[in-house]
């Protein structure tokens, strides 16, 4: 047994941390996986977070099971954030379950979408996040790409997924980022949204919104703003969400699947099959990171400082944004990189081949995924020149 599997290549994004890891240079820059980190490099645990989790403890009386659905306030308040006041009226029509992260979140949509249909195809953004296409594609399901960004003008290239969207069948669906787009950092403006939303509805497409940082674009209300446009206007779709990034709770894998569906009948059988396909594949996810988070958002006071944090977060990474762009633009006044404060979120694409890819990790120590995303979270004010030098360098004219 066993002795006919091979050792796999690393994973493109969980490798690059464990060769930056390995590496025992000083000035080693990690520009990879996409956790948020403050001047230290640190990546810290916010302070509603550690006040919610002592209260959690002082507390907890048990550690009995929860349920394969897991914490119902946790998914009613997370579905809430997401979508405001349609969570109230779209309720009945609402099959919700925690899961093990966003990961866990997009694959049991996946199980439950190859279970309804096993043809349907999935229709994801040219690029995506280097997980997404393993991780829905395990399930069986055919995964297609529909053009998104355009490296020419580093913007959305909407005039080409218009016309994929216009040629899907009915029942296709399209896997869309909610905000802050892994790994372009470029978003639908609300005008495409809307186009896309109405394309989505009269084509009988099914949206699968993919929302892993609300609120690290420009805040937790303006982030989903193109979610609801989505919402308002289908019959059905998948929202899977992700507290990794805004929460700040990463290892604690917490996240949920939330499917409307055409009727509350519909959305009662999704509903046990949600269930039975986490039985099946893992029984119930951790408890730890939901009741935290469901804690503090019941929690005015703790929610207050929460939102507070977070918006330091966000406005960190605008200036580092800023001041990654004024430093390059200093060393190559040839060169445009007003893309870099244009862009949301965590992540940009640097557009660089994959041998500066390598020359960046092997020449100066500077850490980025194969499709050479930075995390700009992982600039800061100390290693900005260093790594302004390390692009130029393998920039070439
Ligand atoms: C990333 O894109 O780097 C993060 O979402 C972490 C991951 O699991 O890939």
Redesign the pocket.
Known sequence: MFGNLETLPA?P??GVTAAFRRDTATDKVDL????YRDDLGNTPVPSAIREAERELLAAQTSKTYVGPAGNVEFNERIVALALGPLAESLKERTATIQTVG??GALRIGAELIRASNPRAVVHVSDPT???HEPLVGSSGLTLQRYPYYDPATRQVAFEPMMEQLERLPAEAVVLLHGCCH??TGVDLSPTQWVIVAETLARRGLVPFVDL?YQGFGDDLEADVAGLRIVAERVPQFLLAV?C??NFGV?RERTGVLAIVAESPAVATAIATHQARTARRMYSMPPDHGAAVVARLLADERLRALWESELRDMVARMKSLRALLAERLEARRPDHDFSWLTRQRGM?SLLGIDPAAIAELRDRHHVYV?PDG?I?IAGVSEVNVDRVADSIVGVMGS
């Open positions: 994973d994004i969980l990879g996986v996409g956790v966003g990961c996040w280097a997980n892994n790994p892993a992700s990794s990034k990463y992540f995924p995303r995390n």
